[in-house]
Structures are given as structure tokens and as C-alpha cells.
Antibody, heavy 126, light 108 residues
Framework: QVQLQESGPGLVKPSQTLSLTCTVS??????????WSWIRQPAGKGLEWIGR???????NYNPALKSRVTISVDTSKNQFSLNLSSVTAADTAVYYC??????????????????WGQGTLVTVSS | QSVLTQPPSVSAAPGQKVTISCSGS????????VSWYQQLPGTAPKLLIY???KRPSGIPDRFSGSKSGTSATLGITGLQTGDEADYYC?????????FGGGTKLTVL
């Protein structure tokens, strides 16, 4: 079965860069039907989409975070990564990686977050 | 503040039916498919409904989805205590994916 697993530091200092990796198993990350996405959830709050990448390097980011976000894919390792720069306490959250199935043809666009990692808590604090 | 509006909470007794609404606009729900996610306490979200009304393998038919215009609805029948969770709608909004603010379901 398909599994996604987040990894990275659980504590990041303010103004530094948050870096997380998602390792995908059970499906090739080069499958043409998926975007690879990051979502975060502050404690007690809802889901916030951070952005996505396909394996060609085409990316889309949440405008609210765009200036600080980079998402990249490493096909050789079947992994994708998130970098979020200049973090503050407001970036403290559980970060999820996800595989997003999509279909885009003939003016019809479909997407849904099919696979999710278990999530990893990142705290921004000195 | 999410562009998709959900009620913060709903509640019903075991065995009863509940509906959760998700209201958007023409830029999101009105022109795109809606999906729904269930997040049990302390766990990651799980896909519940996709393409407005389709259920992934393993999701019981007690869960249903519908869409009309710029709104979507999740229905749950035969409520069980195990259905207590947060539920989120999601869709594409032109240049970004977006989720509703979430609805906490309490099974009394």
C-alpha cells in the first residue's frame, strides 16, 4: 500500500529555515497522476495548504506563503521536500505531506488529497 | 479565514443522520469538484469523498456527498461514536487548493 512519511527537525529557531522531507513508498513519485503537496495545521485549527509540485518541477504555492516556500521533488529517492524560510512562532504547526491525485483535460479539473503522511510537529522557538 | 465556509460544529445522537455544509463561490466550488476529509482525534486527515460524491474503497455507504451550485454537503447516516471527528471540505480555487475551516462532529 502507499505510505508517506515526514521527517525533519521538530524544533526550529525563529528566522531560520524549516526543512522537511516526505518519503513515498508503494507508488513511484514519477507517476503522472499525482502532485506532491504540503499542508499544515496549527494546534486546534484547520488545514492550510502550503503548496505542491509535480515531478517536472512545476510548482504552485499558497499566495500567503509564496515568498518563503520552496517545494522540490527528488525522483531518485522517491522523496519530496519543503523549505520554509524566515520562520516565526506563527509557523508552529503539524506539517503533513500528501499525494494529490489530479485529472486535467478538456477543461475539466479534478483533484483530491488521496494519500497523507502521519504528520510531524514543528515548533518554532528559541 | 477560509474561503470555504463550514459550520464549526454539528451534533446528533447515535443512529441518527447529520449533514455538514460547505459554502463557496463560483471560483472554487462552483467550477470544481469537491472532496471531503475525516480527521479523527490525533490522526492525519483521511479521504472520505472525492469528485463530489464518490467514495474511496473501504469507506462505508453511510457517508455521502453532493454538490449544488456553489455549495456542497456531506451526509452521514447511522451515526456511530467512532464518527466523532473533524470534517473538512476541499476544492481547487483557480490557483491554489483550499479547505474549509472544518466542522467538529459530536455524537451525543
Amino acid at each position: 500500500q502507499v505510505q508517506l512519511q515526514e521527517s525533519g527537525p521538530g524544533l526550529v529557531k525563529p528566522s531560520q529555515t524549516l526543512s522537511l522531507t516526505c518519503t513515498v513508498s508503494g507508488v513511484s513519485i514519477t507517476s503522472g497522476s499525482y502532485y506532491w503537496s504540503w499542508i499544515r495545521q496549527p494546534a486546534g485549527k484547520g488545514l492550510e495548504w502550503i503548496g505542491r509540485s509535480d515531478t517536472s518541477g512545476s510548482t504552485n504555492y499558497n499566495p500567503a506563503l509564496k515568498s518563503r516556500v520552496t517545494i522540490s521533488v527528488d525522483t531518485s529517492k522517491n522523496q519530496f521536500s519543503l523549505n520554509l524560510s524566515s520562520v516565526t512562532a506563527a509557523d508552529t504547526a503539524v506539517y503533513y505531506c500528501a499525494g494529490v491525485y489530479f485529472y486535467d483535460a478538456y477543461g475539466d479539473y479534478l483533484e483530491y488529497f488521496q494519500y497523507w503522511g502521519q504528520g510531524t510537529l514543528v515548533t518554532v522557538s528559541s | 479565514q477560509s474561503v470555504l465556509t463550514q459550520p464549526p460544529s454539528v451534533s446528533a445522537a447515535p443512529g441518527q443522520k447529520v449533514t455538514i455544509s460547505c459554502s463557496g463561490s463560483s471560483s472554487n466550488i462552483g467550477n470544481n469538484y469537491v472532496s471531503w476529509y475525516q480527521q479523527l482525534p490525533g490522526t492525519a486527515p483521511k479521504l472520505l469523498i472525492y469528485e463530489n460524491n464518490k467514495r474511496p474503497s473501504g469507506i462505508p455507504d453511510r457517508f455521502s456527498g453532493s454538490k449544488s451550485g456553489t455549495s456542497a454537503t456531506l451526509g452521514i447516516t447511522g451515526l456511530q461514536t467512532g464518527d466523532e471527528a473533524d470534517y473538512y471540505c476541499g476544492t481547487w480555487d483557480g490557483s491554489l487548493s483550499t479547505f474549509g475551516g472544518g466542522t467538529k462532529l459530536t455524537v451525543l
